[in-house]
């Protein structure tokens, strides 16, 4: 088999595990329980945000080697559409530690402003890209263009990492010591 080239030596092999992965435990879940429950439903979302995030970065790795004036709007579809989806759930993370803590009313409110405001811009950041020069553009002459210090989603993996850390360092005492490591490693 030769080896295949892809977009800063990308290969699909982490996405494809993913992709199994979340088929398996989609099927885990949907086999074994009954209950109902709010953060069960949010890991059952999560796989399916996973899955699209998975498929996107794949697809987005093929059609980036050979963008085209007719797919450059493709390929900023499927990179917009693999970054923001992987936002997507570490906002739902940090919900999830909301709903383990059993926070305050005030305190969740802000924390879903902080949650989701960021979440808002940090899209539309994605999204303007192309227009602002920030992080991932292709010039007219289908150069592709990344801009790795200004790379909005370092940004954005920083703020949601520093939001969970903090819920996690002020709510200590309400976790299980197993449970907290686990968070730990998650994040």
């Known amino acids: 088999m030769p080896d295949l080239l892809f977009y800063q030596n990308y290969t699909p092999v982490a996405d494809i595990s993913t992709i199994a992965i979340c088929i398996t435990y989609c099927i885990l879940l949907g086999s074994t329980y009954t209950i109902r429950q709010q ?77 989701w405001g960021g979440f ?11 227009v602002t020069k920030w992080g991932f553009y292709i010039d007219s002459e289908l150069n592709i263009h990344q801009n790795y210090f200004l790379d909005i989603f370092r940004f954005t993996y920083l703020y949601y990492s520093i939001i969970a850390m903090l819920l996690l360092i002020v709510y200590r005492k309400k976790f299980l010591r197993k449970m907290y490591r686990c968070l730990w490693g998650v994040i």
């Not at 808002?120 to 192309?130: Q, R, S, V, W, Y």
């Open 39 to 115: 953060n069960l439903l949010l890991f059952k979302i999560v796989n399916v945000i996973l899955m699209v995030s998975a498929t996107s970065s794949i697809l987005f790795h093929v059609y980036v080697e050979r963008v085209t004036e007719q797919t450059r709007l493709l390929v900023y579809g499927l990179r917009n559409a693999a970054y923001i989806t992987i936002t997507l759930v570490y906002v739902i993370f940090c919900i999830y530690i909301c709903n383990l803590v059993d926070m305050e009313r005030k305190r969740r409110i802000a924390l879903m402003i902080a949650l």
């Open 120 to 130: 808002a811009l940090t899209g539309m950041l994605e999204i303007l890209a192309p």
